[in-house]
């Protein structure tokens, strides 16, 4: 059987890679810093193989619009020990250099990044930040100097047509495509099958509930799942469920027999895993064998992982453009069971479940990039107003919900007072773990997460904000409002304090909790349960995983006839 795979030669098998780079790993061979840079787009692709995958994305179709030489930097790290030409087939020039080393020569460049990664204080614009892509190409093309590009996600305004021409017209080397089409076949996973990445080592709080799925993927036997993670002992253990297929890893695999670690029909159950190793050359081969068997399947989206997007994105781009979905980075098609993103409490589910009527609208604080639009896409969701302060993921959310017709974005700290000014903390995971409150405990049970910045904004009451959006027009998108959806890192009580009115409509209230204090002055998971009591609401669930930090559903009163 041929299954068609969206890349057509991506690597070498790692028994054929040789020790030294060969013609087609050439232009990896690391290369000095030209003195005086040309006028040219350099595409920074740092991070793991999914922030590398959008930004090679983003900087082919923007090398391309702007009619500029595209030269792409691909350092080999920790986060990827693999070549450029160790991955690709391609003729880009590429060299390979870390980023301090262009410190000496940040006065050459014209900044396109989503930070200032140099932390050498250069002015910079987010690429994500743009609302059309006109402007991103007018951007580009203000300036004599030559462009540094530096993204891990592939920004919204970019045309969808163009991002999945451009995935699909990425070359794979034929070893890796062959690995994952044997595995398709020897585990008899041609039809339909679910695909599980469950993320562990780095996303701490944010990690999937291994747990939980387990329990799940135990309990639907007449199901077939794919299971994929960074942790070994997350793969061992879903290996023993006779629905479970988990492909066994070339880099962390202790060969039992000669032979074995090649074989696409064994399983990783009873293999010796090593540590320290996992973002190894071969690991990464590994991990891209995962991304296309998975690209396979219908995927459960247990993060917002750049992985787990990419895989989205493939199976997207093999689909016809005028289906393809219209955020190619945030969404996937509509292919994502209604389980999908808080595992740790179904939401849609849970109220299914009991027989309650479905939630019409969503009013989410704290909505980020718009990473569970989606979700709420495909349980029904036709209207919504998501809330977010910070500008760089504001103006990603604003583009997404250009697209979506009843779906509105504004930029506000919500707070329980109005126009005080608050010193924002800004998180280093793409500011997910950004709040009002100054991190506590935060610093000591999340230690890779940083503050290194911070914001004055000045706050609106939720309530305020409300009556703003319905006078801009939008009074018939805020009637169907009915579930409060927030994720504002311990600030959740200041905020519902400041919504008296706004709570008058809501039945549904799905809200982060914490335990032990996480950030200064954060409200007690008690108090909030107290305060949502006298509201008219009650506790129906609530589930906290590692770190104290959880989800809880508060469901009205009235609905449950209480």
Not at 297 to 305: I, L, P
Request: with cysteine; net charge negative; hydrophobic share 45%.
């Amino acid at each position: 059987m041929k299954i068609s795979l969206p890349w057509g030669r991506l690597f070498r098998s790692a028994d054929a890679m040789p020790a030294e780079p060969s013609a087609a790993s050439a232009s990896s061979v690391a290369a000095p810093a030209p003195a005086i840079p040309a006028r040219r787009l350099v595409c920074y692709c740092d991070g793991g193989f999914g922030n590398r995958f959008n930004a090679l994305v983003t900087g082919l179709i923007l090398a391309r619009r702007a009619d500029l030489p595209l030269e792409v930097v691909w350092p080999v790290n920790n986060w990827c020990g693999a070549r450029f030409g160790e991955l690709f087939d391609s003729p880009l020039t590429v060299i390979e250099r870390e980023l301090v080393s262009f410190v000496a020569e940040k006065g050459e460049y014209q900044y396109l990044m989503t930070e200032d990664h140099l932390q050498q204080g250069v002015s910079f614009r987010s690429p994500l930040g743009f609302e059309q892509e006109s402007e991103l190409l007018a951007c580009v093309g203000g300036d004599d100097k030559p462009v540094f590009l530096y993204t891990p996600l592939i920004p919204a305004c970019l045309p969808p047509d163009e991002v999945l021409a451009q995935v699909r017209a990425l070359q794979v080397r034929p070893e890796i495509q062959r690995r994952a089409e044997a595995f398709l076949v020897a585990k008899g996973l041609q039809g339909e099958f679910f695909g599980l990445q469950i993320r562990k080592t780095d996303f701490g709080a944010n990690a999937a509930d291994d747990e939980n799925l387990f329990n799940l993927v135990k309990s639907l036997p007449d199901r077939r799942f794919f299971v994929c993670s960074d942790d070994a002992g997350v793969e061992q253990r879903f290996a023993s469920l006779a629905n479970v297929a988990v492909h066994a890893k070339q880099a962390y695999v202790e060969k039992l027999n000669p032979g074995d670690w090649m074989d696409p029909t064994q399983d990783c159950s009873g293999r010796i895993y090593h540590g320290n190793i996992n973002r190894s050359a071969a690991s990464v081969i590994d991990a891209v064998v995962d991304l296309l068997i998975l690209s396979h399947s219908k995927v459960v989206r247990t993060s917002g992982s750049t992985f787990l997007s990419t895989a989205l994105l493939l199976q997207a781009a093999r689909a016809d453009v005028a289906t393809a979905p219209v955020v190619p980075q945030a969404a996937a098609a509509s292919i994502v069971p209604a389980q999908a993103y808080k595992m740790s409490l179904p939401l849609f589910d849970t109220i299914r479940a009991l027989g309650l009527p479905a939630p019409a609208g969503i009013l989410q604080v704290g909505a980020s990039y718009g990473q569970e639009m989606q979700y709420f896409l495909e349980n029904g969701i036709r209207a919504g107003l998501f809330i977010e302060p910070l500008a760089e993921p504001f103006a990603h959310l604003a583009s997404v919900c250009r697209k979506i017709p009843g779906y509105v974005a504004m930029q506000a700290l919500c707070a329980d007072t109005s126009g005080q000014t608050h010193t924002f903390h800004v998180a280093s995971n793409g500011g997910m773990s950004s709040s009002i409150l100054k991190p506590a405990q935060h610093l000591q049970v999340f230690d890779y997460v940083k503050f290194p910045t911070s914001v004055e904004l000045v706050s609106h009451t939720l309530d305020e904000v409300m009556a703003f959006v319905c006078e801009s027009g939008h009074s018939e998108t805020l009637d169907k409002l009915d579930t409060l959806y927030m994720d504002t890192q311990g600030a959740e009580l200041r905020i519902m304090v400041g919504a008296p009115q706004t709570l008058r409509q809501i039945n549904y209230i799905f809200t982060e909790v914490m335990r032990g204090e996480l950030y200064e002055k954060q409200a007690s998971f008690q108090s909030v349960c107290a305060w949502l009591d006298v509201m008219g609401f009650t506790l129906n669930n609530v589930y906290f995983g590692p770190g104290h930090t959880g989800d809880a559903l508060f469901i009205r009163k009235s609905l449950l006839g209480l």
